[in-house]
């Protein structure tokens, strides 16, 4: 079924996919055969002028390591996301944190985070140094 309406979410879609198998060097036949979906279809979905089920988004989203929900944001927030996520440590800090069980702990997670980023209270370089060694010894803690 060709989709002339590129405003569409396929379209959309179909962009995001191919921008973001571009961006980790993967061809399209490393993708097809990571995801289990013909070459044709990614090409033609690429293009815009193909659908995919659900499945079969699931599938590329998995291939690119990237989360679907991404594929399915606007524009101005998924740029927002995705620059989170694209440093290999914010992805890393993205799966720690989905990991920690409790709500009470993930609190106190995201407010160290903002109080640490907080751009009206830039922290003297000693003092981030400090910050530093105390959470390196808590993390020691946590493993001993």
Same mark, same amino acid.
Request: aromatic fraction near 6%.
């Given at each position: 079924?060709?989709?002339?309406n590129?405003?569409?979410i396929?379209?959309r879609?179909?962009?995001?996919?191919k921008?973001?198998?571009?961006?980790?060097?993967?061809?399209?036949?490393?993708?097809?055969k990571?995801?289990?979906?013909p070459i044709?279809?990614?090409?033609? $979905?690429? *293009?815009?002028?193909?659908? @995919?089920?659900?499945? %079969?988004?699931?599938r /590329?989203?998995? #291939? =690119? &390591?990237?989360?679907?929900?991404?594929?399915?944001?606007?524009?101005?927030?998924?740029?927002k996301t995705?620059?989170?996520?694209?440093?290999k440590?914010?992805l890393a800090?993205?799966?720690? $944190?989905l *990991?920690?069980?409790?709500? @009470?702990?993930?609190? %106190?997670?995201?407010? /160290?985070?903002? #109080? =640490? &980023?907080?751009?009206?209270?830039?922290?003297?370089?000693?003092?981030?140094?400090?910050i530093?060694?105390?959470l390196?010894?808590?993390?020691?803690?946590?493993?001993d």
């Open positions: 079924m060709t989709n002339n590129h405003n569409s396929e379209v879609l179909g962009k995001r996919i921008c973001r198998r571009e961006e980790l060097d993967i061809d399209i036949s490393d993708l097809s990571r995801s289990e979906i044709s279809q990614i090409a033609s $979905f690429e *293009r815009g002028v193909g659908t @995919l089920e659900v499945a %079969e988004i699931q /590329l989203s998995s #291939a =690119l &390591s990237m989360p679907i929900a991404l594929l399915f944001e606007d524009e101005t927030r998924q740029q995705y620059n989170f996520i694209s440093p440590d914010g800090l993205n799966y720690a $944190f *990991r920690i069980e409790n709500e @009470l702990v993930r609190n %106190e997670v995201i407010a /160290l985070i903002q #109080a =640490l &980023s907080s751009g009206d209270k830039r922290l003297p370089h000693q003092e981030q140094n400090d530093c060694s105390k390196k010894s808590f993390r020691k803690s946590l493993s």
